[in-house]
């Protein structure tokens, strides 16, 4: 696996993880190191538990405010195992389940006191005050927003582009609020805010017929197609992973339909990137397409938009994935990172992408015939150290491939399925196969 090393400047401050630790979801320190120790000790003292409940629970007894990533709470684990604290042992599985050790009963015996003045900082509202009445979270999303302005526009010649991300961000981020229930609701504010991570938007579907003005090789084997054509004046893809449907002439009845990816849309043009692969209508297509050639394409029908409360995204998948992942990079806000996984055969397939985020970018290279082997992604999962705070993983590949990457999220590493999205973007063996649901 080659780790690349574009990153924005808190990136790249090589003390930022370490001080990234114990800290709540706006980098506001929650714990010190000892504390969080003593409330993992106390609560594998209460039962056995696995790794990623104790993620979990934390999460749930801070209201949502902290959930240590798996690179925080495993050393700490390891620390208290060392200590003689616990013990943990593989429960027939992957997994290790903890419990209390005698001379770790001994040891929150002696730390009571702090454990008591700890929850009675918290039952006294701790770090969740309301400023004029909102919540700290909307107060702190603004401010990071109008500083990410400020920075970004007030201050430079921005490109275009950069223009252009931004716009669209901003104005999902509103579609998004207004179509938010913000009626009083008796349940605690953090189920309201699981429930309304993803919105869903509908277009009207339309067809429309364009015309290819640019075809060139992105990479050895990405091909990018960009169109144009005045029926795309009312042409709106609100979701990073979005998809239109492409139409293609075979001369046998129906024509046959394939998704692919609004990669780019600005300026009367839309870019489309097709992974090559063997033989299909779509790739074949694409392999011989020239400026002033026609494309018919449906939707996209629907869009699904991500709320903007995660400090990282986690971004996995194949070739077919990258149009998805290389338009979320960059589409991406400055104050948050972008975790990049994704699978090609080799360096010259590499993509960069300039985004304001700070970006964790990793490549796993294997043969084009290893794409429906679940191994090299996995492993390479496996091995992700993931930044502090709330994360949004994000999955597509070939149907095998993202339903074991999904499973390891959720299982192995205890991921909240709603902050979690994955597809299947093709099935090996079968043309126009997608699972979009993987369930
Ligand atoms: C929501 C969504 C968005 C997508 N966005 C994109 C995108 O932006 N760019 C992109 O390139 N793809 C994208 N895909 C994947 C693309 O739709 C499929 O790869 C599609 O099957 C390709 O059509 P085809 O006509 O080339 O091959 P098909 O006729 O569908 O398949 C022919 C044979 O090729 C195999 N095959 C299909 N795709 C691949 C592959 N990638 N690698 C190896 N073998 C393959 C099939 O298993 C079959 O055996 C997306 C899929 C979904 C569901």
Known sequence: ?????????????????????????????????????????????????????????????????????????YPNLSALEEDGLIACAADGGRRKLCSITP?????????????????AHDSRGGGHRFRRGAPPEIVAAMDRLKAALRHSFLDAAPAEQAIRSAATAIAAAAETIEGLDTSPVSAPAEDTDMTQ???????????????????????????????????????????????????????????????YTPRAFGGGRLTVDFAMHEAGPATDWARDA???????????????????????????????????????????????TAVTLAAVTGPEEEQAWDSPAAQQTHWVHRPA??????????????????????????????????RALKQHMLQDRGHPGEWLKAAGYWTAGQADASDKALD
């Open 1 to 73: 696996m080659r780790h690349g090393d574009k990153r924005g400047p808190a990136a790249q401050d090589p003390g930022r993880k370490e001080r990234g630790r114990g800290k709540g979801r706006h980098g506001r320190r929650a714990f010190d190191n000892g504390t969080l120790r003593l409330l993992i000790l106390q609560m594998i003292g209460e039962q056995p538990r696995h790794g990623y409940e104790i993620m979990t629970e934390l999460e749930a007894r801070t209201a949502g405010a902290y959930r240590p990533s798996p690179g925080v709470l």
């Open 103 to 119: 001379l770790g009963q001994q040891h929150l015996k002696l730390n009571a006191a702090a454990l008591e003045a700890r929850a």
């Open 197 to 259: 991570i993803i919105t869903r938007h509908r277009h009207e579907l339309r067809r429309r017929e364009l015309t290819v003005r640019e075809a060139a090789d992105l990479t050895p084997n990405m091909r990018r197609i960009v169109l144009e054509g005045p029926e795309l004046d009312d042409f709106s893809s609100l979701g990073f992973d979005d998809h239109i449907k492409l139409f293609f002439d075979t001369g046998a009845g129906k024509p046959e339909m394939r998704d």
């Open 290 to 336: 020239a400026a002033g050639d026609t494309l018919r394409i449906g939707g996209p029908r629907g869009s699904q938009v991500i709320a903007p409360v995660f400090d990282w995204y986690l971004l996995v998948g194949d070739e077919t994935a990258l149009p998805a992942i290389g338009r979320r990079v960059e589409e991406l806000p400055a104050g948050v």
């Open 369 to 402: 015939g290893a794409a429906a082997d679940p191994a090299p992604l996995l492993d390479a999962l496996w091995a992700l150290d993931l930044p502090d705070g709330k994360g949004f993983a994000w999955i597509a590949a070939e149907a095998g491939v993202a």
